[in-house]
């Protein structure tokens, strides 16, 4: 699960930002 979500990261820099903005 941590690998995948580094590699979903990886591959959306953005995408991850926005998650982890919306979740804060």
Same mark, same amino acid.
């Given at each position: 699960? @941590?690998?995948?979500?580094?590699? @979903? ?9 926005? @998650?982890?903005?919306? @979740?804060?």
């Amino acid at each position: 699960m @941590k690998l995948n979500r580094a590699i @979903k990261i990886r591959l959306y820099p953005n995408q991850a930002q926005e @998650k982890m903005l919306n @979740k804060t």
